[in-house]
Each structure stands twice: as structure tokens, then as C-alpha cells.
């Protein structure tokens, strides 16, 4: 009998849970027996639900790949343990000295510079562009960085802008040891904040707050002045708009297509082998996404700068900027999906959710009425 209670109960609650969508003219009561004919006349909607439930490929799209254990037995392990006391107690403590050693040249060349120095600005620029390029480079030699670079060299021109796609805030530290690029970055909180007020203004970076309108607009005007200086650094965006898993690409935003200049199409492709290079924002911070880094054997990539290209007569915005995640998704080998990613700093309308509810119960009671 208790069982019997219970289940009363829940299906009281459920009535009451569909009474919350329909009115309570539309609700009858069901038959007490069900045919098969009734559950198949619903299938849509239970394929669209398991659809979403096995074929996710929005959430894959910002989902660590973790590792196979490889140390699963008594010959291995040994092995693995060596590794760990290696990376652990032996490289990591000779990077982090690598990095501070770094942190303490650049900052005693770069503040007499940034702040006293008053002549000659053009040698200023590109004694801080080289300073900035170096710092840079000390980071990637902290995670024994093995990068190889394929095409020609970005050069400082009017009339252009670089979009690469999106896996951490490394790619922007890779990409600047080569060439000192003006990013156009997230806002972010504590020493990386510091470094952007404090080091990357000076090679011309903007920043922006997603949550802002109004920066938008800024952000905007910004880009159309930075393209049209011929002694500016070379314009960089990412226009993914977040980090993804290096193994999909979302939607580029259309803003870095709608300028008028060439777009120079840079490709980002890490290799897993030693560490997933990854940073998934929501879960871990930056701090701990680098000394992941650092306590890997090496972070392994290949970057290829890709031809330039031109928006071609007829060609919306929209077409133009699909065309160039093409080229990357093609030359990077990454899987293409048809996702906005700033879904994933907002959740889902209410009003979205509550209007799928409702279309499921009407269908399921009419189903039921027949």
C-alpha cells in the first residue's frame, strides 16, 4: 500500500506540473491503458530529447579531454612515478625560476622605458614591442614550449587584421613571441588585469567587457582607427569570443569582417600528446591553467598563418567570416558547429524553456485525448 501511496503522489505532482502550462479546460483524463500507436505518435519529441542528450555538441565544445591512464600495471607505474617526481621536483622548480628571472629583467627594462622615457617615441614603441615579445617568449620556454610556425611572418601594415581561432589565453602569449600583436581581449580580474593595464597597453591592445554594450560600440570605433595606422602593431582577434577544446570551432562574430581591410586567417592547433592545452574558464583560473603547464613534459603546437583574404563582391559579413572558419577548421582539422559561443556565459531564456514545456505537454495531451 505504501507503494501504492507513492506512486498516487508523484502522479499528482505531474498533474499538477502540466496544469502549470495549460489551462484547466484542455486537460482531460487519460485513458487508463496505453497503446504502443500512442508512444510512437510522440517519438519527434522523444527523439529531439535523446538527441540532445547523447549529441551535445555545444557542450563538447568546451569539455576537457582527459587523458587514458597509461600506468595500469606493475611494469608502468614505476615509470610514471619517475615522471612525476621529474616534472614535479625537478622541472617545475627550474621553470618557475626560468619565469621570475624573466619577470625581473623585463620589468627592470621596461618600467624605465614605459614611464621616463620622453624622446624619440618611435624607438620607444619598438623597444617595448621587443621587450614584450621577450617576456612572452620566457613564458613558453616555462612550459618548454614546442611551437613551429608555418608561413611568412606577420608584418606591420595598414588595411589589415588577423583572427585566429580560440583554445587559452596561451595562444595569445605563442602568437606575440613572433610578432607583437594588438589583441583585442577580455577584461579580466587580478595580476593578468595588472599585466594588460600595466604592459600590453603599450603595444596597443584593447579591452572589452562582454556584459558592456556600450563597450561594443567603443571596441568598435577603436578597431576602424588601429587598422588605419601604418605604424600601429598588427591587429589580432579572436572571434570565437571564448575558449574552445581545439577540437570543434563555433561561430566567428562578424565585427572583425565588417572592417574593410584584408583578414589574415591564423590556425591554432595543439598537440595532446603531453598536456591538453584547454583552459576552461569557468572551472579552472588562469594561475592553475599554467602551472598545469608547467608541470607537463611540454605544450606542443603548430600555428600556420594563412592567405589573406578579401570580402568579395556581393558577399555579406556574415558569408565572409564563415568562409575564413573554413579555412581555419580545414587546415587546423577541426570539426565546424553551428554555436554561438557566449551560450556559454548565459543560460537559456525562461521564457525559452517554459514555451518547450508547454509544446511538449500540449502534444503529449493530445496524444493521450485520441
Not at 11 to 35: C, G, R, V
Not at 141 to 160: E, I
Not at 309 to 327: C, H, K, N, S, W
Request: aromatic share 12%; hydrophobic share 45%; net charge positive.
Amino acid at each position: 500500500m505504501a507503494g501504492l501511496g507513492a506512486s498516487i503522489s508523484e502522479a499528482d505532482l505531474d498533474h499538477l506540473n502540466i496544469e502549470e502550462y495549460l489551462t484547466a479546460d484542455s486537460i482531460q483524463e487519460a485513458p487508463k491503458k496505453l497503446q504502443l500507436s500512442d508512444l510512437l505518435n510522440i517519438s519527434p519529441t522523444l527523439t529531439e530529447a535523446a538527441g540532445a542528450i547523447i549529441d551535445d555538441s555545444f557542450t563538447r565544445c568546451f569539455k576537457s579531454n582527459s587523458q587514458e591512464p597509461w600506468n595500469w600495471n606493475i611494469y608502468l607505474f614505476p615509470l610514471w612515478c619517475l615522471g612525476v617526481m621529474i616534472r614535479y621536483g625537478f622541472l617545475f622548480p627550474l621553470r618557475v625560476a626560468i619565469l621570475a628571472v624573466g619577470w625581473i629583467v623585463f620589468f627592470a627594462a621596461f618600467l624605465p622605458v614605459r614611464y621616463f622615457w620622453t624622446e624619440n617615441m618611435k624607438w620607444k614603441r619598438k623597444i617595448e614591442r621587443k621587450l614584450v615579445e621577450m617576456m612572452c617568449g620566457v613564458f613558453v620556454a616555462s612550459w618548454t614550449g614546442v611551437v613551429k610556425y608555418h608561413g611568412p611572418r606577420p608584418s606591420m601594415r595598414p588595411q589589415q587584421v588577423f583572427v585566429a581561432n580560440h583554445t587559452s589565453m596561451i595562444d595569445f602569449i605563442i602568437l606575440e613571441q613572433m610578432t607583437a600583436f594588438a589583441v583585442i581581449m577580455q577584461k579580466h580580474p587580478g595580476w593578468v588585469g595588472f599585466i594588460q593595464k600595466t604592459i600590453l597597453e603599450s603595444v596597443g591592445c584593447i579591452w572589452f567587457n562582454r556584459t558592456e554594450a556600450k563597450d561594443r560600440e567603443v571596441v568598435t570605433r577603436k578597431l576602424r582607427e588601429h587598422t588605419q595606422g601604418a605604424d600601429n602593431n598588427p591587429l589580432l582577434i579572436f572571434p570565437e569570443g571564448t575558449c574552445v577544446n581545439n577540437q570543434y570551432t563555433v561561430m566567428f562574430k562578424k565585427g572583425a569582417f565588417e572592417l574593410g581591410c584584408a583578414v589574415c586567417p591564423v590556425a591554432i592547433k595543439y598537440n595532446k600528446i603531453f598536456v591538453d592545452a584547454f583552459w576552461n574558464s569557468k572551472k579552472q583560473s588562469f594561475t592553475m591553467h599554467l602551472v598545469r603547464l608547467m608541470t607537463s613534459w611540454a605544450v606542443v603546437c603548430d600555428v600556420w598563418y594563412l592567405e589573406p583574404q578579401y570580402l568579395r563582391p556581393g558577399e555579406t559579413p556574415i558569408e565572409f567570416a564563415e568562409r575564413v572558419r573554413d579555412m581555419i577548421a580545414t587546415r587546423a582539422g577541426l570539426k565546424k558547429v553551428p554555436w554561438d559561443g557566449y551560450l556559454k556565459y548565459f543560460r537559456p531564456s525562461p521564457k525559452l524553456t517554459e514555451r518547450k514545456q508547454q509544446i511538449f505537454a500540449e502534444s503529449v495531451l493530445q496524444r493521450l485525448e485520441k
